[in-house]
């Protein structure tokens, strides 16, 4: 029974409660939608946040993704141009290296060579003195063979500018005696051969315009004269035309003393070819200093024009002027001897060739 009656007993406060809670959800509601409404702003943040970051993620991923394409495409290019740079640089080496072995050939040839021209070349003093003995000896030949003073006295004056290179105390006399054979030189007269030997030169080649003493005609004034005694008339200048030319026929002329002698063409050939070789031989003697021989041929020449030739012609008078003018010039020096330095350099360099 008491079992049946607690169960009465119960119900009685199921009904309060009952009541309390249905008095309850209105607090609860006006409570409850605030906070949903800002849970529900928190969440759209949140969401709006996300999603932001997941797209700042993504262009994040995107950018990283070109980059490292980017960075892959460079990498190749440098991996390009670090392989052409390894080529170029053994292609550099491969020519230093072969460069460097040209060079060492080089200079081993080098010192080769200077070593056969230091066992082949004499001394350059030797070589100095071969130069002076040559010279010199030019300086005698031109003075023997050509009597050309000039060019002796520069031969000598080169070949003591090279002794000076040189100086030497042994070369000392040498000098000395150089410089006697220059001032022997100096005091001989000076004779200009080139010029008298051009003279005659352009004398020969106008033997060819001298006009013969034969070949000398009057003047057509004095050969011709007016006839004044015929009438005038056709008639008359026919008779007076070969009256003239009967005049011309004979011609009487007044030659003073001088007689002409009268040549024929190859005998005024031959003439004019005497006279040539009479210059020429004017010339050799010149050469030779002979101022006999010189002289003769001179006198003999100017005998020729003055005899066979128009001797008032204006070449002809110019060709005697000429030979007047050689004819009182003096050409008979004596010629010193300046072998002596010559032979001190002879001596000089026998002597240096047996103290080896």
Do not use: C
């Not at 080769?112 to 005698?140: F, G, K, S």
């Not at 030659?255 to 050939?269: A, F, N, T, V």
């Not at 010189?294 to 020729?304: A, G, P, R």
């Not at 001797?311 to 003096?330: F, G, R, V, Y």
């Amino acid at each position: 029974m008491s079992t049946e009656i607690q169960p009465d007993v119960t119900d009685k406060p199921e009904v309060t409660d009952k009541l309390e809670i249905t008095g309850k959800p209105q607090g609860l509601r006006s409570r409850i939608n605030p906070l949903l409404f800002a849970a529900m702003v928190a969440a759209v943040i949140a969401a709006w946040q996300w999603y932001e970051a997941r797209s700042q993620i993504e262009s994040l991923q995107q950018e990283f993704e070109k980059r490292l394409v980017e960075i892959d495409v460079s990498y190749k290019e440098l991996r390009n141009i670090s392989t052409k740079v390894r080529e170029k640089r053994e292609e550099t080496e491969t020519r230093i290296k072969l460069l460097e072995t040209n060079l060492t050939e080089s200079i081993n040839r080098q010192a080769a060579l200077e070593e056969l021209y230091q066992d082949l070349a004499p001394d350059r003093d030797e070589v100095t003195m071969e130069e002076v003995e040559q010279l010199l000896l030019i300086a005698n030949q031109q003075l023997q063979l050509a009597s050309n003073v000039k060019s002796a006295l520069i031969a000598m004056h080169e070949a003591d500018v090279r002794l000076q290179r040189i100086n030497h105390p042994q070369l000392s006399t040498l000098r000395k005696t150089l410089a006697k054979d220059m001032d022997l030189l100096k005091a001989v007269p000076n004779v200009d051969t080139m010029e008298i030997n051009l003279r005659l030169e352009s004398l020969a080649k106008t033997v060819d315009t001298l006009p013969l003493a034969m070949e000398i005609r009057p003047s057509k004034s004095n050969a011709v004269s007016s006839v004044t005694w015929l009438p005038e008339g056709v008639w008359s200048k026919f008779l007076l035309s070969v009256w003239n030319d009967i005049k011309q026929l004979v011609r009487i002329q007044n030659m003073g003393e001088r007689d002409i002698p009268l040549l024929s063409p190859s005998q005024s050939y031959f003439l004019r070819e005497n006279l040539k070789l009479r210059l020429l031989s004017t010339q050799h003697s010149l050469l030779a200093r002979d101022a006999v021989s010189f002289k003769t041929n001179l006198k003999t020449s100017m005998d020729l024009i003055n005899q066979y030739y128009d001797n008032k012609s204006a070449p002809a008078t110019s060709m005697l002027e000429i030979l007047h003018q050689l004819h009182d010039s003096e050409i008979g020096i004596e010629l010193p001897n300046i072998s002596a330095s010559y032979d001190e350099v002879r001596k000089y360099r026998l002597a240096r060739i047996q103290a080896k």
